[in-house]
């Protein structure tokens, strides 16, 4: 064997490279990356058109809470779905929408036909697709992957989608200040073709039970969060992490007004603001991608969120940019740590036939906090200053996190085992 070829055999037996030998999920992750790359260029065009619009800190907020909101409203009904119907039919259906919101926001920029109010009903719109989405993304890893392979396959999907965090910023703001928004939206919509070739040819062959027994959303959703709160550990563990979304990951939403509002660094600012932040999460995905293991992972999630605290103290009373983006570096890098070992622990503790359910509400937790989050720091910097809001949202955490302290033995006992060690050891 060439040394190239042992180099490649012995990369698909450690860390990432486990998940990467199952053909369907690496370009199911590939195409995925892409299209997250496109989303953050469209996400960046949006608030920085929010922002030449309004100039202001309570709208950028407002227009993330407005996607957020919807997404939180259907992604309950969402998860329900999932787990009744054929995971892969619905990513298709859910991404030919996506695909059609992206060429409307292409048209009526290219018409100049945008204003806030109509920028608003759009990312509500977006929200609704998102909120079908989410469950669907978050679900197919273990369908493409054997389990003893999904630590490897979290790890990549996040790195990727972190990677895509560091480089979609980067390209919207270069997209931005040489094309202009327009060109930017059009990038976003041409990304999801790719991604729905390839849902088009994968196949789901770790299928999981689905149940095809309706008895209805409310109580088979009703189902999904008593088995939450009954799973020893995880109802305490989904409120740290709501704790983590809404007080610790609002300042990416914010960026644009960071940028401009403060320092006067413009659309290169944000960008450099978002780039930093999305390289400090990659770095942190690529080591938990290789880090292969359950075990251990509460203990450092609590450090990790002790170093967020400080980095956002940080960030909220520096008045050196250069300062902020390094703040911004290590704050994505903890709080990314927290959100992949978190998905790491609910996926591995939980059954495959409520998957939906749970990893909806997970989602709902990941993509309603930050905006929400955005919204209140938003609100409150607009009635007193940036500076205030921010340390008002890291006191608020402080106070979850020291409750939380004396609680994290018992949790590890409990979500760092799978569902089948912890029937084992109850039957």
Same mark, same amino acid.
């Given at each position: ?24 999920? @690496?370009?199911? @992750? ?27 800190? +309570? ?39 996506? =695909? ?34 989410? %469950?669907?993304?978050?679900?197919? %890893? ?8 999904? %630590? ?32 930017? =939206? ?10 729905? =070739? ?42 740290? +992490? ?26 290169? !600012? ?99 906090? %930050? ?10 910097? !607009? ?45």
């Amino acid at each position: 064997m060439s040394n190239f070829g042992y180099f490649v055999s012995k990369l698909g037996d450690h860390g990432m490279g486990r998940a990467l030998r199952h053909r369907d999920f @690496a370009i199911y @992750a590939l195409a995925g990356w892409i299209s997250n790359i496109g989303l953050w260029v469209q996400r960046t065009a949006l608030f920085w058109l929010t922002w030449e619009l309004t100039n202001s800190y +309570s709208t950028l907020g407002a227009m993330a809470f407005a996607e957020a909101i919807m997404t939180i409203v259907v992604m309950p009904y969402a998860g329900t779905l999932t787990d009744r119907f054929d995971r892969l039919k619905m990513a298709r259906i859910t991404q030919i929408g996506l =695909f059609s919101i992206g060429a409307l926001f292409v048209i009526l920029s290219g018409l100049d036909l945008l204003t806030v109010n109509i920028l608003f009903g759009l990312v509500m719109i977006n929200g609704i697709a998102e909120g079908f989405w989410t %469950p669907l993304r978050m679900t197919m %890893p273990p369908s493409l992957i054997p389990r003893e392979d999904l %630590p490897a396959g979290l790890g990549v999907s996040a790195t990727l989608f972190n990677l895509a965090q560091f480089v979609g910023p980067a390209l919207g703001g270069i997209i931005v200040s040489l094309y202009g928004v327009t060109f930017a =939206f059009a990038f976003n919509a041409a990304s999801f073709l790719g991604y729905l =070739f390839v849902l088009l040819i994968i196949k789901l062959r770790y299928e999981e039970v689905i149940s095809r027994e309706h008895k209805g959303f409310i109580k088979e959703f009703k189902a999904g969060l008593i088995y939450i709160a009954e799973t020893p550990g995880l109802r305490r563990f989904l409120l740290l +992490s709501l704790a983590v979304s809404l007080f610790m990951r609002a300042y990416r939403d914010l960026f644009a007004g960071i940028s401009d509002g403060i320092f006067g660094m413009g659309v290169e !600012g944000l960008a450099i603001l978002s780039s930093a932040a999305g390289l400090g999460a990659m770095v942190t995905a690529v080591f938990l991608g290789n880090f292969g293991k359950i075990k251990g992972l509460i203990r450092v999630i609590m450090i990790a969120l002790f170093i967020a605290v400080v980095a956002q103290t940080v960030l909220a009373t520096s008045n050196i940019f250069w300062v902020v983006v390094a703040c911004a570096a290590i704050l994505s890098g903890t709080s990314t740590y927290a959100g992949i070992g978190g998905q790491l622990l609910v996926q591995n503790t939980i059954h495959g036939a409520v998957r939906g359910r749970v990893m909806s509400v997970w989602g709902m937790i990941l993509r309603g906090g %930050p905006a929400s989050g955005a919204w209140l720091v938003g609100t409150l910097a !607009g009635y007193s200053d940036l500076q205030f809001a921010f340390l008002t949202a890291t006191t608020l955490f402080l106070f979850v996190l020291l409750w939380t302290v004396p609680r994290t033995k018992r949790m590890a006992d409990n979500l760092e085992r799978s569902a089948d060690e912890r029937d084992a050891a109850a039957g």
